[in-house]
């Protein structure tokens, strides 16, 4: 049996598939662009081998230990939150010991995918074969065919975002290119540590980034201007969006005044969680405005309940796979931020969501509408096929394809890049093939839309 | 390429396409009854030529400029909201160099239905042909054959519902009614401007309301009766039933004091949000009475927010494509209502829903237990394959099919109006065959269904 | 034309439905475990024959007569309520009248899989041959293969789970074990009457449960030690789990001394609804507790608006099909139970919900996630073709299928278990189809799941 079949993820009406294979055959080889992820500057500032198979698959990527976890295998004895591997054999032998619950799971192709493609495993992972696996994979990360450049090289990735802190220096950005290796990594500007007042080491932040930019942080006017000097900072090195990971999507659109004074009372600690949360929704509407002048796409990503499990934050950290999605409003919830900017020619606002009821009642109609606005790609729990899927019958009736953005991979794992676009594509496709063949569509136009979907439209909504 | 496939929106698999076919071959031809739209009774009366086709096609239909605005348009450029167009042509052209933006989207499907069908015209519209698409509408929009009342004929249209105002003289029914053409074009009672303390000009529109009827508005008592008399004034027009398009589906059970004083406080102007929401709420419940006593069927349409954009609200008015739906709830708002009425033998109650997460969960198990209720078609942006196919997939199981309503076009573009009821029979015959071919329905049950969908249901649901 | 078709539910693509059937082959066979329902323990203590076709059929059903109601038949016609029915025939003819309006529904599937597996029944039921029916159906109810225990072998059931009052004195279960009768009939701990205050004799309930356990349930740690006392007897009669059926999905996490006084309150009489909802939420918790002690698995079935109309409840009772779903929150109302033992390795909580939008935002993520939580299956109007199919489509990719328990038929129609269970296994198999067909799962693979998804997963969260 082979790990990955040609026309995996397409309809098995034969009419059907016929149709997706030749829109996917039209896409398969098209470079790689990749708006929005969370792979680290550093690997390709450095370029140093990967270390061991459980480093590389396991310990990083909490869509693979979550599912083990909620099957009762403990975190410890996977050594997440441990710097050094000890074992790494021993977590990797539990693992696949256990890759059978990844059945009918986007983590299960993705997986594949890497086994496959890039280390040429034939046969399905399982107890049975854990060591060769581990072997086989071990033996090739210390190749110079798989050092961070060279997989960005034969990925044919043509541009990565990375996701990075106004508090960042940069100086692995500036290494890149420095290096001149021709490669287009480029940073996000993800200003969560200092505008949300519920984010740890809030005040320190603020403090540090007054000091960052010399601007007195301190006071409203210079906070605001803070920002804006660390966009340029950012743009200057390639940046073309910013990123927004709030608990919920509110806006507000309070006065110069109303806004400074909240920021005082932000700094000096003495607020409820209601002011905090104004706060964030004020903040929303400030980074639209900056946006309209400075030209840097806006993406928003609410609606997680993040550390839902308080045991496992403490003893594991963040992004622990605890992260559990909320209902979602975005239609009062974007209403100030979009009286006020809603319709200014150069802006381009993404909306992410973790609540799928939105996408026809809430995000289509508005993106349908709101000449800033665009869909991003189902995300998180929803980069999946089923949700791929959804994604496409629940918005394309009302917001067309041209109000979405292509795909965002948005990954930690590297190696699940080509896969996740792979997917990406072959959903697409499908779903493409579909309505060509319940003769909604004419297969010129796929085809042309398959390309969009793929190549055009990321570059165009993420001006790249 | 043709503009129309023989088996458009059928499923792709040859066995389930042939039971689909069969069964649209054996209603495809039925007359069209359409209970709920938004076409002018004027047209009919006066029975003059369409303008243009930008005028036509373009100028009066939200769906298709809403698209064009989020895709960063200009509504200035599109002429819209100005009454005479000043250059109809070039409007057509910017509207047939963005016509790809439609792929995927309802609108595509009535328009290439209605340039075919109507206009004999074989090529996808795109900015090379916008011109002899241009002159070949123009051109027939000037023959008999494209006179309002040749049209309405030619679409074989039963009968045809309008909206109106309670402060309208219905004169243009009037009119066709005294010219002997034989048509039967009914008027629907939809007192939003004289329920709706909201409702622009909601006090004037009381007054007005009182002198037609030569009652006393300014009294909760005469007000009602105002209403009574309105809606029997309709009825002799033939109007069946009525319509409520509140921003939620609230209802309210008042004691005839509470009533009472909640309008004095209402007409003084003197009320906040939630009273004006209560007295909203208690209106419905009126309402409902008034059909329990006069056989008006009721359909209530809730769950939008309108004019979210204030900009396009200001510079351009009301239904410009910026109502945005929100989450509806039903089984709480709905119980004050249906604890009063909910079990009356002759009350019918429709209901509609922008927010499709009901479905499953309050509105098919609301409409299978209360014998006044059943569910409207899906609406507005879910009047559309995928949307008309999840009605069914998450009503059909616990409602069935005969606590629905067959199909309501609802639209204000004239020229869709065959085209919307054909996606509806198909969409309705491709459900039933997945059904057959999976053996959960006989062919001969599903004929008769789709028959029953396409026509009979209708007709009896709203009393025609 | 046959009542049941051998390849009815698989989909309609043959290379699809071959796999399907392959599928379903090898599992069609296995006996039935029916962990959690609403048959009595009584029929099998008794072993009398079932009455007459209404009785059996139409009057236990509110699936059966809420449709009915909802079409205009009145509940007294078909004597709802009624303890001995007077014109059973009559009954039968309404019903076989009004068979047409089950067309699409779940409840069709069912009654025609008794009506031809188990009555060798070849015809659709209608007006014409409901005399038919009725006799044949009578007749056979006479002879000894259809008494209780003939059933229940003949259904090939393993395990049958009814659902019990912690004041049953369960003397039908003792009888059937005392009776050397060889079957696993084992009660379920539903503490409803004892826990909610809003319960109808509520706290009549808590003194009969002080006098049934020799506790003083006047005091917070008598009421739990008579909770825990009555729990171990319910496991002495093989009891596995435990069943919540609260309004919300609400738990909370008191200080002793805060539970204490509020129980205090509660007794009193003296609490509002707030207060009336945080005691059940905080007995949820307790119930968690327990558990974690005692080892009952936990089902939580929230969400569900009971008696809706009123009108219908004080005429014909409660469960007379005028429950209706309602949103339903887990995320935050969750949290508190979870943050106290939702780590806990012993502890298994199987979450139910009526609101299908919860299933991949909120239930798929949290059970991917806590080792304690699995998913129950598709429930109430979802334990239905489309309902199962999209809870496998909307949780699978997120929690995969370990995280997820089995079938439930959830019945009181002891003659639908076999066809329940056989419309969830065949579902299942449609799904692992296309799964295979789409090659994103192998055969083998897919094969093993179809068993455990049938069998396995059920016996091992229920401790069965």
């Known amino acids: 049996m082979k790990l990955l079949h040609e ?11 016929a149709i997706a294979r030749r829109l996917y055959g039209s896409i398969s080889d098209l470079p790689i662009v990749s708006p929005h992820g969370h ?22 990527d909490h869509y693979v230990y979550r599912m083990l976890y909620s099957q ?20 990797w032998r539990i693992f696949a010991e256990h890759y059978y619950l990844f059945r009918g799971t986007p983590t299960r192709i993705w997986l ?10 034939e046969e399905r992972l399982s107890a049975k074969n854990a060591d060769h696996y581990y072997d086989t994979i071990a033996e090739k990360l210390r190749t110079p065919e798989f050092l961070p450049r060279a997989l960005y090289e034969r990925f044919k990735i043509e541009v990565l975002a990375t996701t990075d802190s106004p508090l960042d220096s940069l100086i692995d ?16 500007f993800r200003p969560d540590s200092v505008v949300d007042p519920d984010f740890a080491g809030f005040r320190d932040n603020i403090a540090k980034l007054g000091g960052l930019t010399g601007e007195d942080t301190g006071d409203w006017i210079g906070y605001l201007r803070a920002l804006e000097k660390t966009r340029a900072r950012f743009k200057q090195l ?72 308080r045991l496992v934050y403490e003893r594991y950290g963040r992004d622990t796979g605890a992260d559990i999605p909320m209902p979602t409003d975005y239609v009062r919830a974007l209403h100030p931020l979009l009286e006020r900017y809603g319709n200014e020619p150069g802006l381009t606002v993404i909306l992410f969501t973790l609540d799928e009821s939105s996408y026809s009642r809430e995000l289509a109609p508005l ?36 109000n979405t953005v292509g795909f965002n991979d ?34 010129d136009e796929a085809l042309e839309l398959a390309h969009d979907l793929a190549y055009n439209l990321v570059r165009k909504a993420y001006k790249l």
């Open 7 to 17: 026309d995996r993820l397409f309809p098995a009406d034969p009419e059907t598939r």
């Open 39 to 60: 792979t680290q500057a550093a690997w390709f500032a450095h370029n140093q081998p990967f270390p061991d198979p459980a480093k590389l698959f396991v310990q990083p």
């Open 72 to 91: 009762g295998v403990s975190l410890d004895d996977l050594e997440i939150g441990v710097p050094e591997l000890k074992n790494p054999r021993k977590v």
């Open 112 to 121: 594949d995918y890497a086994f496959h493609k890039l280390f040429g495993l």
């Open 173 to 188: 950005h500036q290494a890149i290119r420095d290096s001149g290796w021709k490669a287009r990594i480029l940073p996000t």
């Open 238 to 309: 390639g940046c073309t969006a910013t990123d927004h990971g709030h608990p919920t999507a509110r806006t507000a659109n309070l006065s110069r005044d109303e806004a400074s004074s909240l920021y005082s009372q932000i700094l000096k600690g003495s607020t409820d969680p209601k002011q905090r949360e104004l706060f964030r929704a004020q903040m929303l509407t400030e980074m639209a405005g900056m946006s309209v002048r400075d030209g840097l796409v806006m993406q928003i990503h609410p609606g997680s309940f993040r550390n839902h499990n």
């Open 367 to 402: 993106a349908g509408h709101y000449p800033c606005l665009r869909l991003g790609p189902p995300w998180w729990f929803y980069d999946s096929p089923e949700g791929m899927l959804r994604f496409r019958e629940t918005t394309t009736e009302t917001a067309g394809f041209y």
């Open 410 to 443: 948005d990954t930690r794992a590297f190696l699940s890049i080509p896969a996740r676009h792979d997917v990406a594509r072959r959903m697409d496709c499908a779903y493409l093939a579909r309505l060509v063949a319940e003769h909604r569509l004419d297969e």
